[in-house]
DNA sequence: TCTATGACTTTGG
DNA sequence: CCCAAAGCCATAG
């Protein structure tokens, strides 16, 4: 095939999304990195934007850094909290959730470390 | 081709 | 804890 884009960074980043397990979340910025660029946090974001939440993908479990959803101003409201929590995702009162417990990390991308919980 | 945009992240006050 | 500014880079127009 004559120079075939492998996947674009949004097929990547979608290809991701749609294997985080029930329960788990992912960072925009861990989907960059994971997508082979680095500090694209943002591009991750402007992906999930384009989706819309008219996507069968489970955009919900994408959230940012700190441990929070990023939808309020874009007119989900609280939904996408209220969809995390349907699935057994805690947040605390400020509104964040476990990431060091909650992060999920592709089998073939597991950090060096693998913390046993509990 | 170039400019603008943004569901981010990190750092500093 | 809250707020602001700078850095970041793929997509859209």
């Not at 029930?22 to 694209?40: H, K």
Request: proline content about 7%; charged content about 20%; some cysteine.
């Amino acid at each position: 095939m004559t120079s075939t884009p492998e996947a674009s960074f949004r097929d990547r980043v979608l290809s991701l999304v749609a294997r985080i397990p029930e329960g788990r979340v992912m960072t925009y910025g861990q989907l960059a990195l994971l997508a082979g660029q680095p500090g694209a946090a943002r591009q991750a974001g402007y992906v999930m934007n384009a989706l819309m939440g008219g996507s069968d993908l489970p955009w919900q479990r994408v959230i940012n850094a700190q441990g929070r959803v990023s939808t309020h101003k874009l007119g989900f409201g609280d939904m996408q909290e209220r969809l995390l929590m349907s699935e057994g995702v805690a947040f605390d009162s400020s509104g964040r959730c476990d990431l060091a417990r909650l992060q999920w990390w592709p089998p073939e991308a597991a950090p060096a470390s693998p913390e046993r919980l509990l």
